[in-house]
T-cell receptor, first 111, second 114 residues
Framework: GNSVTQMEGPVTLSEEAFLTINCTYTATGYPSLFWYVQYPGEGLQLLLK?????DKGSNKGFEATYRKETTSFHLEKGSVQVSDSAVYFC??????????FGPGTRLSVLP | EAGVVQSPRYKIIEKKQPVAFWCNPI?????LYWYLQNLGQGPELLIR????????DSQLPKDRFSAERLKGVDSTLKIQPAELGDSAVYLC????????????FGPGTRLTVT
């Protein structure tokens, strides 16, 4: 079946540090890939997405590239801010039939 | 796109009591999801609707959970009777209109069973 694996948290960084959160997936066919962010007390918000191999999703300074050969979709940001502190979820979808989330990675950014 | 509306935001009940959660996506969005999110974990699908039909309820504990989506618009998720282990956040989501079918979430209802 389809599944998503993420690096375990929590991840603690200083402001302006470089961020990488690893995500790998197992799926049949060519799933779409997503990163969602959840701020304290809120629902999940779509952060970025990619639909095919080598696509790069980007938003708010975050980027992730769909790597078919390594079945990965790692999230990166060059300079994190305190306001980026949240839980980040990697997810995949197979043509609307099977949306699967990873366990989430908590990020804490210290001033 | 406008957001998904859920109510209540918070609910505290005693075990064995019933509880209901309500969700309203934008009219015209045929696909609606209910998820359960335990603390420190990702969302887990409970049920997926296509219009009024529940097309995937394989993860819904049917002995105590029920859901309905009359007229294919808003939806209600019910637990009766609630157990201590049901304490969690219940999320509702709708699907985007075209590929890649991202999902848009409501703020969730945080349930505490005492």
């Amino acid at each position: 079946g389809n599944s998503v694996t993420q690096m375990e948290g929590p991840v603690t960084l200083s402001e302006e540090a470089f961020l990488t959160i690893n995500c790998t997936y197992t799926a049949t066919g060519y799933p779409s890939l997503f990163w969602y962010v959840q701020y304290p007390g809120e629902g999940l918000q779509l952060l970025l997405k990619a639909t095919k191999a080598d696509d790069k999703g980007s938003n708010k300074g975050f980027e992730a590239t769909y790597r078919k050969e390594t079945t990965s979709f790692h999230l990166e940001k060059g300079s994190v801010q305190v306001s980026d502190s949240a839980v980040y979820f990697c997810a995949l979808d197979n043509y609307g039939q099977n949306f699967v989330f990873g366990p989430g990675t908590r990020l804490s950014v210290l001033p | 796109e406008a957001g998904v509306v859920q109510s209540p935001r918070y609910k505290i009940i005693e075990k064995k009591q019933p509880v209901a959660f309500w969700c309203n996506p934008i009219s015209g969005h045929n696909t609606l999801y209910w998820y359960l999110q335990n603390l420190g974990q990702g969302p887990e699908l409970l049920i997926r609707y296509e219009n009024e039909e529940a097309v995937d309820d394989s993860q819904l504990p049917k002995d105590r959970f029920s859901a309905e989506r009359l007229k294919g618009v808003d939806s209600t998720l019910k637990i009766q009777p609630a157990e201590l282990g049901d304490s969690a956040v219940y999320l509702c989501a709708r699907r985007g209109r075209a590929l890649p079918y991202e999902q848009y979430f409501g703020p969730g209802t945080r349930l505490t069973v005492t």
